[in-house]
């Protein structure tokens, strides 16, 4: 069974999808690299191959933002326990997901403030400091801060929370793949109520 990969960019052979992401791969996961190989192939030699955490790189760096950010939210979801989670920690999440439904300077801003309040060492900070940040073209006055710091970002927190739980890491992280698999393909549309089950 072949894995569908589909997002705007998703024609693209899977060597032009990982120009931005290539030195951050394994050794392995380079090695899988083939001349035609479409996005989906290539993330199902990953899958095959067990290099799960080159495929969580791959789909944050290849989704688009507002896709990336809400495969982020619902990855944080499916793995934190709500009650482990502190009240700023929760209006991150919300701020995250209502600006993923309503994509706004507004609504970044307050992702942007409730990221500054949040606890340093926490992944919902992670997510929210990489969801909340404006993307600047260089030179302009964020010219030190990486242009890929959205992926960066947005996969650190996920590798973060799946390793709160090293026993169920495996689990939780193939769980994430899948999950960024269906957001791809428009399986899992963002609304408010998906962060209040």
Request: glycine share 6%; charged share 25%.
């Amino acid at each position: 069974m072949s894995v569908v990969y589909e997002f705007e960019a998703a024609e693209k052979p899977a060597g032009q999808l990982c120009s931005e992401v290539e030195m951050l791969l394994g050794e392995s996961a380079k090695s899988q690299l083939r001349e035609g190989l479409t996005a989906g192939e290539y993330l199902e030699t990953l899958l095959k191959e067990h290099l799960y955490t080159d495929a969580l790189r791959f789909i944050a760096y290849t989704l688009p933002t507002r896709q990336s950010v809400w495969w982020g939210c619902l990855c944080l979801i499916k793995i934190l326990d709500p009650e482990t989670l502190s009240p700023i920690e929760h209006r991150a999440m919300d701020a995250m997901i209502r600006w993923v439904v309503e994509p706004n300077d507004e609504h970044r801003q307050r992702v942007q403030e409730t990221a500054e309040r949040c606890p340093e060492e926490s992944c919902v900070t992670i997510l929210a400091r990489a969801a909340g940040y404006e993307v600047i073209p260089l030179p302009r006055p964020k010219y030190h801060v990486p242009q890929d710091f959205q992926a960066r970002g947005i996969h650190a927190a996920i590798v973060i929370a799946a390793n709160l739980q090293p026993e169920r890491r495996d689990e939780l992280v193939r769980g994430c793949l899948l999950l960024g698999l269906e957001v791809s393909r428009g399986e899992r549309p963002w609304n408010v109520l998906d962060h209040q089950e």
